[in-house]
Nanobody, 126 residues
Framework: QVQLVESGGGLVQVGDSLRLSCTLS????????MAWFRQAPEKQRKFVAG????????ISPDSEKGRFTISGDNAKNTVYLQMNNLKPEDTAVYFC???????????????????WGQGTQVTVSS
């Protein structure tokens, strides 16, 4: 059984930092693409960042390169999203998702990912 569990969300102030974690069970991290999405109330789910085999990574322009960093740890079967200098517009439920590596290697469409975690809430107050 494939299972994704996110953690690390919370209520923070503008300029604070958070590190989200997503642990994958039932599959090995290698050979798979892991991605972070976020969804604000009444908004569409949007791609934030993705990583494949701890090497290839991409950060969405919406996440502002230099503020967010995605990384993976194969030993822990965990992917992280480090978020610095948080802004109110970062407020959303953050989800992690996984798919078997294929072409395209880093899709940004949520429909490309068959397995999802339950989400973790990030709230940034002004």
């Amino acid at each position: 059984q494939v299972q994704l569990v996110e953690s690390g969300g919370g209520l923070v102030q503008v300029g604070d930092s958070l590190r989200l974690s997503c642990t994958l069970s039932g599959r090995s991290l290698s050979g798979h693409t892991m991605a972070w999405f976020r969804q604000a109330p009444e908004k569409q789910r949007k791609f934030v960042a993705g990583i494949r085999d701890d090497v290839d990574a991409i950060i969405s322009p919406d996440s502002e390169k230099g503020r967010f960093t995605i990384s993976g740890d194969n030993a822990k079967n965990t992917v992280y999203l480090q978020m610095n200098n948080l802004k109110p517009e970062d407020t959303a439920v953050y989800f992690c998702a996984v798919r078997e590596s294929a072409r395209p290697l880093m899709p940004t469409d949520p429909a490309a990912y068959p397995f999802w975690g339950q989400g973790t809430q990030v709230t940034v107050s002004s």
